[in-house]
């Protein structure tokens, strides 16, 4: 088995981690602290360890956490177009209560808010927007997910068996 493929499935399945449940609302709140995107890179890790026989390196934690990051970017923002259009809706009507429930309110917040509520930005923003967070996700995955690969990598680490000795043969030299 070559080393690029046993990278790929924990990265996709850590990726998919990562990506789901930081574009699902209010499961996203988790990412205040990037939980998910930490825990998408453990995942991965976890998994990478579950495939080989020997221990993994805190390097191999951190590539695979990386490699789920960036696939977990890609799946965040991909999840997020449909679960937006469904949710928006409820958000608008939201922020429309919140104009009507509003006393004092300083016109430009209201002028936003009324704004928000009737769906009046163009479609080009929309796009823009996820333009943008996919390019947020990537860093903060970046970053991110690699730490919880090397956390993943020292905590699901394979022990190796007592008394085993790691003995490299060598060739005898002849004088």
């Known amino acids: 088995m070559s080393t690029t493929t046993s990278y790929t499935q924990p990265a996709f399945i850590g990726g998919l981690v990562m990506g789901v449940l930081s574009a699902l609302p209010l499961v996203s709140a988790g990412n205040c602290c990037c939980l998910w995107v930490i825990g998408g890179g453990m995942v991965a890790a976890y998994l990478l360890q579950q495939n080989r026989a020997?221990?993994?390196?805190?390097g191999d934690g951190a590539l695979v956490g990386l490699l789920a990051g960036l696939?977990?970017?890609?799946v965040e923002v991909v999840v997020s177009v449909p679960v937006t259009l469904v949710v928006g809706p409820f958000e608008r009507a939201f922020a429309q209560r919140v104009i009507d429930m509003a006393g004092n309110v300083p016109s430009e917040w209201r002028d936003m808010l009324e704004r928000y509520g009737r769906g009046d930005e163009p479609a080009a923003w929309f796009v823009v927007g996820r333009v943008f967070a996919l390019m947020f996700w990537l860093g903060v995955g970046a970053i991110f997910s690699t730490l919880g690969g090397l956390i993943g990598a020292a905590v699901f680490k394979k022990q190796t068996p007592p008394g085993t000795i790691d003995v490299?043969?060598?060739?005898?030299?002849?004088?």
């Open 71 to 74: 696939i977990g970017a890609c």
């Open 168 to 175: 490299t043969p060598t060739t005898p030299t002849t004088a």
């Open 54 to 58: 020997t221990p993994i390196t805190p």
